[in-house]
């Protein structure tokens, strides 16, 4: 399994406020990147796997709402992810 208890306090600790902080909009960012990030490479090797390409679409979605809701509420932490996390716009 790729997605650990481990890593995702990782995730979270390095990205929120604490391990146990999971419901920062940077966090829930942070990891829905690194899923998105897994599903890529599953999707390099396994170029049919619609119900993956499926699910990355939509993952991909939620990860723009939540960015968009950031910029809203606060653009320099919007900034600060997106440039800790190398995500382009």
Known sequence: ??????????????????????????GQIALFTFRINHLTEHLKKNR?????????VKM???????LDYLKKKDINRYRAIIKELGIRK
């Not at 399994?1 to 940077?26: R, S």
């Not at 049919?48 to 990355?56: A, G, I, Q, Y």
């Not at 991909?60 to 939540?66: A, C, D, F, T, Y």
């Open 1 to 26: 399994m790729y997605l650990t208890k481990e890593v995702k306090q990782n995730i979270f600790a390095k990205h929120g406020k604490g391990d146990n902080d999971t419901g920062t909009a940077e």
């Open 48 to 56: 049919k796997d619609f119900n993956t390409e499926r699910s990355l």
């Open 60 to 66: 991909v979605g939620k990860r723009r709402s939540l």
